[in-house]
C-alpha cells in the first residue's frame, strides 16, 4: 500500500501527541508524587510532635495508643489530637478522644 503524504503527517501527529501525552504524564506524575512525600513528612512530623507532648506532659505512651496514632493519617485529625494532648490530664482521657 502506497503511503500518502495525508498519512505521513497524520503518523507524525500521531507520534508527536503520545510523546506530548507522556511527558505530561510524568510531570504529573512527579508532582503527585511530591505532594504524597510532602504530606507523609508533614503527617510523620505531627505524629512525632504528638508523641511528644504526650511523653512530656503524660509519661511513656503505651504502644496501643502509637498504633492507633501512627494509623491514622488525616491531619485534621492529628491537629484536633494534638490540642487534645495540651489539654487533657490523662493518658486514659486522651485515649477516650483518640478512640472517638
Known sequence: MIKTI????????????IEKGIEKGIEKGI???????IE?????????????????RLGEVPFSVRDKLYAIHNLDVLGQ??????DCQSLDEFEAALNK
Open 6 to 17: 495525508f498519512d505521513e503527517k497524520y503518523d507524525a501527529g500521531v507520534a508527536v501527541g
Open 31 to 37: 508532582e503527585k508524587g511530591i505532594e504524597k512525600g
Open 40 to 56: 507523609k513528612g508533614i503527617e510523620k512530623e505531627r505524629f512525632e510532635t504528638l508523641l511528644r507532648i504526650l511523653t512530656k
Open 81 to 86: 489530637l494534638t490540642d487534645v494532648a495540651l
